[in-house]
């Protein structure tokens, strides 16, 4: 097999081109926040319109993904906020970290504007990349357009795609992500990044790790050691214990009780009514629904803290679904 390879991939959405370059060395020990917070002051003006030509859209995986160790196959996405006009990186578990390693892509930088209207779909492979029109799926909901890029691309693919709010340019999109049961509710949701995937023209880009890698280990020996025993003390650490019983929700009181919960725009920092907030009322409303509700769900294949919750199936006292 060759040997594992991982370079910049640079698109430029008027051209509608695909570049693969040599990491500078200065990216080269950087992943994830650190690399595209890093990108974004190398390369795009400070002054630049978040929704115009100058702004660029990164994906950054971090320097560990691609090795299911808990909580790290995630993905780091970012660009200069239209919502705060500041330096923007929002996370997200899904696939889309963990296919981008595969494929040896150390950051896909997305830049310039597209030439016409309209939405394409960006398919990424090894073989390259593909530009197809969107007009089937614009204007859907990112849960009406997963399946149809599923059945057309097949459902090993992972998917980032963005909603009506994206298409519209509102500050507060987000981008979502595929995750591993193949459900686009993995959102890069902070700082508008949606309505940046937006201006660039995309309403979805494919990554199909189909013929990819494992990203190389340099000591494979030392790793294993370092990932068992991070593995067991994660496992065996209170906070997972918590996290995966009562979710990120767990925060609520724990919060409250250091007084800093951001009520009232951050005037105080504790909320009467915490309980119907907490980690214990969510996972006792979720266990009441039937399946595919779920308290203790991992966002990305490998996770052992399973923090995530899936709120669906039907209430015992409605008959709604969601
Ligand atoms: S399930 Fe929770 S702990 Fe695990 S990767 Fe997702 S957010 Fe992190």
Redesign the pocket.
């Given at each position: 097999m060759a040997e594992y390879k991982s370079q910049i991939w640079r698109i430029n959405v008027c051209e509608q081109t695909l570049k693969h370059e040599p990491i500078p060395e200065i990216w080269r020990r950087l992943g994830g926040r650190g690399l595209l917070a890093r990108i974004l002051v190398d390369e795009v003006d400070a002054m630049c319109d978040p929704l115009g030509a100058g702004n660029k859209l990164i994906f950054a995986p971090g320097l560990l993904v691609g090795h299911m160790l808990?909580?790290t196959d995630?993905i780091s996405i970012g660009g200069k906020s239209p919502l705060t006009g500041g330096v923007k990186e929002a996370n997200a578990?899904g696939r889309t970290g963990y296919h981008m390693a595969f494929m040896g892509i150390h950051a896909l930088i997305i830049e310039d504007m597209a030439k016409e209207d309209g939405y394409w779909v960006l398919h990424l492979s090894l073989n390259g990349a593909k530009w197809e029109k969107a007009d089937y799926i614009t204007g859907l909901g990112v849960y009406d357009t997963a399946p149809k890029l599923l059945e057309k691309y097949g459902d090993k693919v992972a998917i980032a795609l963005i909603g009506p709010g994206g298409e519209m340019r509102m500050k507060s999109a987000g981008i979502q992500n595929i995750d591993k049961d193949r459900i686009p509710s993995r959102i890069a949701a902070r700082g508008g990044l949606g309505a940046v995937m937006g201006s660039k023209g995309l309403k979805a880009i494919v990554f199909d790790q189909a013929g990819g890698q494992k990203p190389a280990i340099a000591n494979p020996e030392a790793f294993k050691v370092a990932q068992k025993d991070y593995t067991t003390s994660v496992m065996n650490h209170p906070q997972s214990v918590t996290?995966r019983d009562y979710g990120?929700a767990a925060m609520a009181q724990m919060t409250q009780r250091f007084a800093a919960l951001t009520v009232r725009n951050f005037s105080r920092g504790t909320f009467d009514n915490v309980e119907n907030i907490s980690g214990e009322t969510l996972r006792e409303f979720t266990l009441t629904r039937g399946k595919p509700s779920d308290p203790a769900?991992?966002?990305?294949a490998g996770?052992t803290?399973?923090?995530?919750n899936v709120f669906g199936g039907r209430t015992a006292r409605s008959s709604s679904r969601r």
């Open positions: 808990s909580s995630r578990g996290y990120t769900h991992a966002c990305m996770c803290i399973k923090c995530s």
